[in-house]
């Protein structure tokens, strides 16, 4: 009887350590994806100072503007934002569950009334203060309720 103690808590111990381990590589699987999705979802914002359009190319000049919401972070100096065929997203305050439903099109209505004097977020892959210039693949429009 003795040894049939023994056996079942070498056995709870294996069980121990494993479930130890399994939660230890779940941590670190976790955070390592928080931080490949933060770096990739980073949202900026500007003040739009002039937009002009050539051949097919928006081209917008862009002054710093803080923004309220933890998820946009304000660009550091004034900066040229260049899109074509761009991509346009609607963002929503993961901590708020009040937010605007729009209907299909409206996003892309919303963005093509953009004017002087209007912040506009957008996304860049590789954001860099020293850069002026920046060829952007994602506007995006805040649908938060304040």
Known sequence: MKGYGGFIMQKL?????????IV??????AITNF???????VYYTGK?????????ITTVKVSPVTSNRY???EIKANHQIEYDNINIAGLVDPRS????????????????NLKVGD???????????????FKIN?????????
């Open 13 to 21: 111990k294996k069980r121990h350590y494993f479930m130890v381990l």
């Open 24 to 29: 230890i590589i779940s941590l670190i699987l």
């Open 35 to 41: 931080s490949i999705i933060k770096k990739n979802r």
């Open 48 to 56: 739009i100072e002039s937009i002009n359009q050539n051949n097919g």
């Open 71 to 73: 998820f946009i972070a």
């Open 97 to 112: 569950k009040n937010f605007r439903r729009v209907k299909m099109g409206e996003l892309a209505e919303m963005v093509k």
């Open 119 to 133: 912040a506009i977020i957008f996304r860049v892959e590789d954001y860099d203060k020293n850069k002026y210039n």
């Open 138 to 146: 994602e506007l995006a429009v805040d649908l938060t309720l304040k």
